[in-house]
């Protein structure tokens, strides 16, 4: 069984989701506030975070932020009454993997929490039986142990950036839209969602700008010393 941590200061929708996902085969946790959902975070070990946006003690926004600078993947997502596409996109791009709009069903939160599920399922799978060490030129990818390297030092990435790069990594020399990227990498389709597609590749590309600016400068500090 799944184990959900469910953070919402709702008290009616908590009750309500504890009941119809418990019925889902999920064991579930509550906490009604930020700080005490952060501790429960931070102290156990949970599947998947269903997250309020608007929350007393500590918003569900830095929650996520925070969540996302923790060693462990955790899948999140979002449930909000602030529906707007800003939202949903900067939601996103703190590293939310759904984003569910108030009023919503729990038929509809239940098979998108199992979607999610598979996803991972399908990537770990994807991952075992692809365990061999990603090499282009200068640029390592290790998709076991999440690491990267360019030119021999250590390349620190979000969850999402480090699948897109290996995305692109299993398919040199191939052009992809933005809407297949948010398909294949994120696992929606909706329009509207391919500013977080350039916002990740903007900033794998800026990581790739200051790592080589830097192994130039060791580099050039080295030929001095010798």
């Known amino acids: 069984m799944k184990r959900l941590l469910i953070i919402e200061d709702d008290i009616d929708i908590g009750d309500m989701l504890d009941i119809n996902l418990r019925d889902e085969n999920f064991m579930v946790e509550l906490a009604t506030d930020g700080l005490s959902g952060l501790h429960k975070l931070k102290s156990q070990t949970y599947d998947l975070l269903v997250l309020d946006l608007m929350l007393p003690g500590l918003d569900g926004l830095e929650i996520c932020r925070q969540v996302r600078l923790m060693p462990n993947y955790l899948p999140i997502i979002i449930i909000s009454a602030k529906a707007q596409e800003s939202q949903r996109?900067?939601?996103?791009?703190l590293g939310a993997d759904d984003y569910l709009g108030k009023?919503?069903?729990v038929p509809e939160l239940a098979a998108r929490i199992r979607a999610l599920f598979r996803r991972i399922n399908a990537l770990?799978?994807?991952?075992?039986a692809k365990t061999g060490v990603l090499r282009y030129q200068d640029l390592l990818i290790d998709p076991i142990k999440h690491e990267v390297k360019l030119a021999g030092q250590a390349v620190t990435l979000t969850a999402k950036e480090f699948e897109l790069l290996l995305f692109f990594a299993r398919h040199p020399g191939k052009a992809f839209t933005r809407l297949a990227l948010l398909d294949q990498v994120w696992g929606y389709q909706h329009d509207g969602y391919e500013h977080t597609v350039n916002s990740h590749i903007n900033?794998?590309?800026g990581k790739n700008r200051t790592q080589r600016r830097q192994a130039a400068i060791h580099s050039n500090g080295l030929g001095r010393g010798l």
């Open 103 to 105: 009023p919503f069903s």
């Open 89 to 93: 996109v900067l939601g996103l791009e």
């Open 124 to 128: 770990e799978h994807s991952l075992q």
């Open 203 to 205: 900033r794998l590309r």
